[in-house]
């Protein structure tokens, strides 16, 4: 397996894909965004379990 160093850290607020945000909505006290995945990587959310 060969090492590849990342080009930033963890947490450095970059993303190695691209994102499509669709207009907020207000609805019942709170704000609602949809965020679709635009790119060419797929992105997991959270720690990937079902449930």
């Known amino acids: ?3 590849i ?3 930033f850290p963890f947490g450095y607020g ?3 894909t691209s994102f499509a ?3 907020p909505l ?3 006290n709170k704000v609602q965004v949809r965020v679709r995945n635009t790119g ?3 992105v997991m ?3 990937g379990s079902q449930g």
Do not use: A, T
């Open 21 to 23: 945000i669709d207009k």
């Open 14 to 16: 970059l993303s190695y």
């Open 5 to 7: 160093e990342p080009l």
């Open 40 to 42: 060419k990587y797929q």
């Open 45 to 47: 959310v959270g720690n």
């Open 26 to 28: 207000y609805i019942n």
């Open 1 to 3: 397996m060969r090492r």
